[in-house]
């Protein structure tokens, strides 16, 4: 990654942390951490990778992108609203009766595809999206965001099943694998590795990347569909809460609230000026 790139990119992320510790502790709502475990996701993906136009939502030719990990919406939103797809006045009333913007986000947002947050929806979604472009004869892409929590549902992996058979190379899936969820570690709850063998197993091609590194994100994500004829999968190893100290790898920050108090340190650790 170019190093003007990997500033731009670097800066975009810190706003976005701030904009989400903002963000919930304005709307007394949680799922911080999982919004903190992407925040460096988004800027790679928006400005090196995917087709989208903020002055132009809804374009044609556009790539689609679904967050099927609803509930940490915050993030994308902030990422959305630096970007200019929508007034950044609006994260101001994120998650309160007047404002525009949900918990769980919603496709009445400017950029947002589908409204998600319950898990294991937004993969197969994906799919039908894929193949209706398949269908249509269109050459943009469909991306999803899962978590390793969606991986969990049994309808994640029927879709996963059936775009590996029908070879919808026009799909990525990328996972948030910070392998923690609402009451304890992943491998506890439902142990999903080793995650990329399985993936290729049901035909995908899988490929594994640190999630907090811009260049590996962008080296994962550069070249996708990485293989013709198969889905990718994109593994992005993350850490849940990331860029606050005392909310990284803890699973309570999943629905955890913010205090003045800790909002102040948060913010600290962040770097808000």
């Known amino acids: 990654m170019a190093s003007e790139a990997k500033r731009e990119c670097c800066s975009l992320a810190r706003r976005i942390r701030l904009h989400c510790l903002h963000m919930v502790y304005n709307g007394k709502s949680g799922h911080i951490g999982s ?12 400005t090196q990778v995917l087709n989208v136009d903020p002055a132009f939502p809804k374009k044609p030719d556009r790539d689609r992108f679904l967050l099927s990990k609803g509930h940490g919406g915050a993030a994308l939103l902030a990422c959305l609203a630096e970007l200019g797809f929508f007034p950044l006045g609006w994260l101001n009333r994120y998650y309160c009766d007047d404002g525009k913007l949900s918990g769980h986000i919603s496709h009445h947002v400017p950029g947002v595809e589908f409204s998600t947050g319950s898990l294991g929806h937004g993969l197969p979604v994906a799919c039908g999206m894929a193949l209706a472009a398949k269908q249509a004869g269109k050459t943009h892409r469909v991306f999803v965001m899962c978590s390793d929590g969606d991986l969990n549902e049994g309808s994640s ?24 969820q609402a009451l304890g570690r992943s491998e506890d709850i439902i142990n999903l590795d080793p995650l990329a063998p399985k993936l290729e197993m049901f035909g995908w091609r899988a490929v594994e990347a640190d999630g907090h590194d811009f260049a590996s994100i962008e080296s994962a ?9 198969r889905p990718t999968a994109v593994i992005f190893h993350t850490v849940k809460g990331k860029g606050v100290s005392f909310m990284e790898n803890e699973y309570k920050w999943h629905y955890g609230g913010l ?3 800790l909002l102040a340190k948060a913010l ?5 000026a």
């Open 221 to 229: 994500l550069k070249n996708v569909p990485i293989e013709k004829g």
């Open 157 to 180: 992996w029927e879709a996963i099943m059936l775009a590996g058979q029908h070879r919808w190379d026009n799909l990525v899936m990328l996972v948030d694998y910070n392998r923690l």
């Open 268 to 272: 600290k650790e962040v770097g808000e």
């Open 259 to 261: 205090t003045e108090e």
């Open 35 to 46: 919004m903190l475990s992407t925040a460096d996701i988004y800027p790679v993906l928006y």
